[in-house]
């Protein structure tokens, strides 16, 4: 039998290698075949492949393929399959905007089908694997059931377009990602001991995503030479939904993207209503020795660059790096409630 440990090692180092191994070689076909946009953000305005979205779901699928051969338990080989085929509906969602740019309703309407797996997950074993008795701190496990099930569509799309919608620097989506999930794990850990000597698909799916993530990020940090795309960001943010729900880390996920959703949120609520980031008026600009600073459109959505550049102009550098300090805060709060919720269970 294989041991726990190597299928941890495997679940992070094959998306890792995949992923570093194929970005130079995508980005250049990229290139060649005029995918790319351009980064408004830099004075030279180059040009930048465009979906690499589509290795991270291409390595995370085949990552997912080989885990499942090597994990020889067949409750775990199912949560594996039916979180590789909730991020395959939502990253093939991605990868259709990239292309045709959905409609700003249609593109969340379709990532509820993203769920469908785990809702039919009932139907290929004993039972369904999501649970609906979600964790809270200090109170312990509740009883939601048909709730549970009607909100269960929105905790896969709403990750994913929070998470969509930070992707606007270099390395905004991927390095602030990073810290969630580094949180999730712990938390993960904290709440059901579920160590390295325990097989815990939770575990394979954060250390499977975390691999992708930090070769995209060797790749789109500044300087970025590739973007994700809605392909990317799609599947990511729909991987973080799918964790929260087979995790039973529902709160836990929630409290760690609080910035992903004050940021979704101030958008929508600014708008007042969905719409395609293009046809949006932009809520910042570069000013003279090109940093960031807010215009002053009152058409202008509202967002979490508005509040971290709320004293001045900024380096595109030092935006990220406020999402990151957000971020770090949230995911220590989302630890914090991990050991509330362990108190009580």
Not at 92 to 101: A, C, E, K, M, S
Not at 194 to 220: E, H, Q, R, S, W
């Amino acid at each position: 039998m294989v041991s726990p440990l190597i299928v941890y090692i495997i679940a992070f180092t094959v998306p890792l290698f995949l992923s570093g191994i194929s970005f130079p070689y995508f980005i250049k076909f990229m290139l060649n075949k005029g995918f790319f946009g351009i980064d408004i953000h830099k004075k030279e305005q180059p040009k930048v492949a465009e979906m690499g979205g589509i290795v991270m779901l291409i390595s995370i699928i085949i990552s997912s393929i080989i885990t499942i051969l090597v994990a020889e338990d067949s409750n775990v080989q199912l949560t594996i399959g039916i979180f590789c085929m909730t991020i395959t509906i939502a990253g093939i969602i991605g990868i259709i905007d990239d292309f045709l740019t959905l409609n700003a309703i249609l593109k969340p309407v379709l990532l509820l089908l993203a769920s469908v797996p785990i809702i039919a997950s009932t139907w290929f074993s004993s039972g369904p694997l999501y649970n609906p008795e979600p964790l809270f701190p200090l109170i312990g496990q509740t009883r939601l059931t048909i709730v549970y099930l009607i909100l269960l569509p929105f905790v896969i799309t709403v990750p994913a377009n929070a998470v969509n919608m930070i992707d606007v620097f270099n390395g905004s989506m991927a390095s602030t990602t990073i810290m969630v999930l580094i949180a999730t794990f712990i938390a993960n850990l904290i709440i059901f001991n579920k160590d390295y000597t325990t097989l815990n698909p939770t575990n394979i799916f954060v250390l499977m995503i975390i691999g992708v993530l930090i070769a995209f990020l060797i790749y789109n940090r500044y300087p970025a030479r590739v973007f994700s795309g809605d392909s990317g960001s799609l599947t990511i943010g729909a991987a973080l939904g799918a964790i929260a729900v087979l995790g039973r880390l529902e709160i836990v996920v929630i409290i760690a993207i609080i910035p992903f959703i004050m940021n979704a949120f101030g958008i929508i609520s600014s708008v007042k209503g969905l719409f395609e980031r293009r046809k949006m008026a932009r809520p910042t600009k570069m000013t003279d020795d090109w940093k960031i600073e807010s215009t002053k459109d009152p058409k202008a959505p509202i967002t979490l660059v508005g509040l971290i550049i709320q004293k001045g102009p900024l380096s595109e550098n030092d935006v990220v790096k406020g999402f990151g300090i957000l971020t770090a805060f949230s995911s220590i709060l989302a630890i914090v409630t991990a050991i509330l919720i362990r108190v009580v269970i």
